[in-house]
């Protein structure tokens, strides 16, 4: 048990800067003037490099600030034009998953990408994927926000990119898939409240048909050949379906490129400017 | 909800029955109303942000399951 951090009656009187004291309690550590020119303005210009930021005991305010707050030193970064949106573990959609999963909470993300979308200073969106799928809504909600949006997007999967991972790895203007990456195309199958009537079925196959209309409109596979990866006999041990390795998905038209990192950046940098020259037009 | 997974559902919802029901409460901190749960030493973790501002969403100090303590 960890005991002495953060508890109401401040006796902890370690020599550390960790304190229960705000920083205006603490004048010989932190001697805060706003008006004091030099402090970095949030009204600022976005273009112009903001002022560094005051440094107090060979530590930022920032250092300080979630040090005492978080517990861990966060060292502040320079902002960049390109965001990234990493979609990990599990899509979770309308139901709470249990913790053992590691989720991609939709309900948190569609606000960023509608953030991103409006942010001026923001000019590109570099998705990188290594999700086992999830929620089928959920994954078509990100992805139907992924492919409407103005600003390039690029995405990458590393790792895998399975089931619900492949219409949002679809979803970007250009796509890469690391050589080692996988991703699993099977059939969408039983679960949750469906009743085992014929039309079970029908509902299934619906869902179905909306995944396949989303990545047969949104890479270069077409409908036959998806069917064909996704019911296909003998790849899979516990079920029908087939899995894709790097090279194997960009041969099938499913993703455009082999690539990492670099790559993916140097590209999403090229749609930039290539948007830059059309004047801020859709890339669509 | 339909899982469309190669996980075992098994693996999926592991402990969905066991765990006792989760307690949410909802707070204002820095003027954005949040979902929270109580975690240890008088201190919140977010579940959701209730926000409609798209900038909050973008903001590192309220992402899902970061640790904020009240106002």
């Known amino acids: 048990m960890f005991h002495?951090?953060?508890?109401?009656?401040?006796?902890?009187?370690?020599?550390?800067?960790?304190?229960?004291?705000?920083?205006?309690?603490?004048?010989?550590?932190?001697?805060?003037?706003?008006d004091e020119?030099?402090?970095?303005?949030?009204?600022?210009?976005?273009?112009?490099?903001?002022?560094?930021?005051?440094?107090?005991?060979?530590k930022t305010r920032e250092v300080i600030e979630s040090i005492k707050e978080m517990g861990t030193s966060e060292v502040p970064a320079p902002k960049s034009s390109i965001h990234c949106l990493t979609i990990v573990g599990q899509i979770e959609g309308h139901l709470v998953l249990p913790p053992q999963n590691k989720t991609t909470k939709y309900e948190h993300v569609i606000p960023q990408l509608v953030?991103?979308?409006?942010?001026?200073?923001?000019?590109?969106?570099?998705?990188?994927?290594?999700?086992?799928?999830?929620?089928?809504?959920?994954?078509?909600?990100?992805?139907?926000?992924?492919?409407?949006?103005?600003k390039p997007t690029v995405s990458l999967v590393l790792g895998g990119g399975h089931s619900i991972g492949v219409p949002v790895a679809v979803s970007a203007n250009y796509s890469f898939i690391a050589e080692t990456a996988s991703m699993?195309?099977?059939?969408?199958?039983?679960?949750?409240?469906?009743?085992?009537?014929?039309?079970?079925?029908?509902?299934?196959?619906?869902?179905?048909?909306?995944?396949?209309?989303f990545v047969t409109g949104h890479s270069k596979i077409d409908e036959a050949a998806l069917r064909e990866l996704m019911f296909r006999t003998g790849d899979l041990a516990r079920d029908i379906g087939s899995v894709l390795i790097g090279k194997e998905a960009v041969?099938?038209?499913?993703?455009?490129?082999?690539?990492?990192?670099?790559?993916?950046?140097?590209?999403?940098?090229?749609?930039?400017?290539?948007?830059?020259?059309?004047?801020?037009?859709s890339l669509h | 909800m339909i899982l469309y997974t190669p996980m075992q559902l098994e693996l999926v919802f592991e402990g969905l029955d066991k765990d006792p029901?989760?307690?949410?409460?909802?707070?204002?901190?820095?003027?954005?109303?949040?979902?929270?749960?109580?975690?240890?030493?008088?201190?919140?973790?977010?579940?959701?942000?209730?926000?409609?501002?798209?900038?909050?969403?973008?903001?590192?100090?309220?992402?899902?399951?970061?640790?904020?303590?009240?106002?």
Not at chain 1, 47 to 56: D, S, T
Not at chain 1, 117 to 140: K, R, S
Not at chain 1, 254 to 281: F, M, P, S, T
């Open chain 1, 4 to 34: 002495g951090y953060g508890e109401p009656n401040e006796k902890y009187t370690g020599g550390t800067p960790v304190s229960e004291n705000g920083p205006e309690n603490q004048p010989d550590l932190y001697p805060y003037d706003p």
């Open chain 1, 37 to 58: 020119p030099g402090e970095s303005d949030p009204d600022e210009c976005p273009g112009e490099q903001p002022a560094q930021p005051r440094r107090v005991q060979g």
């Open chain 1, 115 to 150: 953030a991103l979308e409006d942010n001026n200073e923001i000019e590109g969106i570099l998705i990188i994927l290594n999700t086992v799928g999830g929620d089928v809504e959920a994954g078509l909600a990100i992805s139907e926000m992924i492919t409407s949006m103005s």
């Open chain 1, 184 to 213: 699993t195309i099977h059939p969408i199958r039983l679960n949750g409240l469906v009743i085992g009537v014929p039309q079970t079925y029908e509902y299934l196959d619906k869902m179905q048909d909306r995944v396949i209309r």
């Open chain 1, 251 to 281: 041969d099938k038209g499913l993703i455009d490129e082999v690539g990492g990192v670099g790559e993916a950046v140097a590209k999403l940098k090229a749609l930039i400017e290539e948007r830059k020259k059309n004047k801020g037009e």
């Open chain 2, 21 to 71: 029901p989760r307690c949410f409460e909802q707070i204002t901190h820095r003027g954005t109303s949040l979902l929270v749960e109580k975690a240890s030493f008088g201190r919140y973790r977010i579940i959701r942000v209730l926000s409609t501002d798209p900038a909050v969403f973008l903001d590192p100090a309220l992402q899902p399951d970061q640790l904020v303590r009240p106002e």
